[in-house]
């Protein structure tokens, strides 16, 4: 089978999408597909893979990004591919996969995080005339509100949902192949090694609850909710608690908030790791009070890891939290309803229940298993392809 997969970054450090993307490409590689990938990255060359650069050079990056569309277009349309598999919008598709759910609906979410509704309203009239966002949503209704367009791979039922709320797209035009990631492969040493290393670098004792919070974008994902929910756990003084936020955003603002709040002395912004792993295995717990996830990573990680999670019913991955069992899904970002939960994970025999449970659901989360069922997708598709082409003849 030949496969054209369709993504105008390959670059690990941009983000989990483009992450997930590489993992599953590995992955197809290894099944045996061939495929063509066309991006504006570089990505290390591997056998089977034939990587075909398209410039998007513009004025913009908004420009650029629909420039590498129309060239990806009319690429892929001189070639002879059996699936095309995009997960940039690409009007050739086949299979379509918005790893960052859908752009209407990222548009709502970060209208939530603004405090009133004046503050709403200014940002709706600022995406009005933003000539990015007016784009991209138009692209997005090309390739959903049409009824020929691409089959949708949706990462969780979440996404589902969005796309049947903002396009009416039918039932059958939606696939549901949950995200999933990597293994933690760290054996019970490994773990211990690193719970240490951390805890010494950061000077954590082991009797003080350790709670992490990872974000590159620290508004849309909680981080101000979550300081909030540390200075009422602190003010309650039940038991020692510590975090560390990991991620790249601009940290100065949040420090000076955090000393407002009382919380300065309890809390480390980190800056970026390639090692979240290791600081999974470190802590005691994950917090994740995002505004807008489609399907987050990070979650999918630490339950694979064990790490009971609190997570809101924004991000797609809290579909796989049980509440109360595996971990808690807060319904809305409320910091006290965070602290609530933290509170609950602090009984120590609680928490170890709850690890258990988080690590049996995370050692069903598998890439191997993703990609088995996007090969079933591409058969399928392909399959329709060939009909299609034989009816027209």
């Known amino acids: 089978m030949r ?30 597909v061939e495929v063509d990938v066309y991006t504006r990255s570089r990505p290390s060359p591997s056998p089977g893979l034939r990587v075909c650069h398209v410039n998007g050079a513009a004025a913009s990056r908004t420009r650029a990004s629909v420039t590498f569309a129309r060239r990806a277009d009319r690429l892929i349309a001189e070639g002879d591919y059996d699936v095309v598999h995009a997960v940039s919008p690409c009007f050739r598709a086949d299979l379509y996969q918005p790893r960052g759910g859908t752009i209407a609906e990222s548009i709502e979410r970060n209208l939530a995080v603004l405090g009133g509704d004046s503050a709403r309203a200014l940002k709706r009239m600022g995406n009005a005339l933003n000539f990015k966002r007016r784009r991209q949503l138009a692209t997005e209704r090309r390739l959903l509100a049409s009824g020929q367009g691409p089959v949708v791979i949706a990462i969780s039922d979440y996404v589902a949902r969005q796309l049947q709320r903002h396009y009416h797209l039918p039932p059958d035009r939606i696939r549901r192949i949950f995200n999933a990631v990597e293994p933690d492969r760290a054996d019970d040493q490994q773990r211990r090694r690193d719970r240490a290393d951390i805890r010494r670098q950061y000077r954590i004792r082991e009797s003080e609850l350790l709670v992490v919070l990872v974000a590159h974008n620290f508004r849309l994902k909680g981080v101000g909710p979550w300081m ?121 025999g609680r928490r170890e229940r709850m690890s258990a449970e988080a690590a049996r659901v995370g050692g069903g989360i598998s890439l191997t298993g993703h990609v088995r069922q996007l090969l079933a997708c591409y058969d399928e598709v392909a399959a329709s392809r060939r009909a299609g082409a034989a009816s027209r003849r």
């Not at 369709?6 to 999408?17: H, N, P």
């Open 228 to 348: 909030e929910a540390l200075a009422e756990l602190t003010r309650r003084r039940t038991l020692p608690i510590r975090s560390l936020v990991i991620g790249k955003a601009p940290a100065e603002r949040y420090r000076r908030r955090a000393g407002r709040l009382g919380i300065g002395s309890c809390l480390t912004f980190t800056g970026p790791t390639d090692r979240v792993r290791a600081f999974l295995h470190a802590a005691d717990v994950l917090v994740h009070p995002t505004y807008y996830d489609p399907c987050s990573r990070v979650v999918l990680e630490a339950m694979t890891a064990g790490l009971p999670c609190v997570a809101s019913r924004w991000d797609g991955a809290s579909e796989l939290i049980q509440d109360g069992v595996s971990g808690y899904v807060i319904e809305e970002i409320d910091p006290l309803a965070i602290a609530a939960r933290i509170a609950d994970l602090m009984d120590r």
């Open 3 to 32: 496969i054209a997969l369709v993504s105008e970054w390959l670059d690990a450090w941009r983000g989990g999408a483009e992450t997930s993307t590489l993992q599953v490409l590995a992955e197809l590689l290894r099944a045996g």
